[in-house]
Nanobody
Framework: QVQLVESGGGLVQAGGSLRLSCAAS?????????MGWFRQAPGKEREFVAR????????YYADSVKGRFTISRDNGKNTMYLQMNSLKPEDTAVYYC??????????WGQGTQVTVSS
């Protein structure tokens, strides 16, 4: 079984920073999995934020967060991170961790709320 638990969300002022964490369990060889972050704001569809893969340069970002967010992973801890800097009110959303294993099965966490005030 694969379980994903997000943490690190909260309330920050515009221009501030947060670091989200996603702890994964039930999956061996953490570095072989594609993982990413998505977010969903009220009244909007869930959108891609960032992903990290095992091959090539490995990281990809939505245009809206490039230069502000950084995705990373600690293979020893089976944990993925999203460092969010220069936060804007439009970043307010529930942020979800996603993992895709070989074979295409996809797993999601329950999300963590990020609220950015003006």
């Amino acid at each position: 079984q694969v379980q994903l638990v997000e943490s690190g969300g909260g309330l920050v002022q515009a221009g501030g920073s947060l670091r989200l964490s996603c702890a994964a369990s039930g999956c061996n060889y953490f570095s072989s999995y594609t993982m990413g972050w998505f977010r969903q704001a009220p009244g909007k569809e869930r959108e891609f934020v960032a992903r990290i893969v095992w091959s090539g340069p490995g990281t990809y970002y939505a245009d809206s967060v490039k230069g502000r967010f950084t995705i990373s992973r600690d293979n020893g801890k089976n944990t993925m991170y999203l460092q969010m800097n220069s936060l804007k009110p439009e970043d307010t959303a529930v942020y979800y961790c996603n993992l895709v294993r070989a074979g295409g099965a996809s797993y999601w966490g329950q999300g963590t709320q990020v609220t950015v005030s003006s």
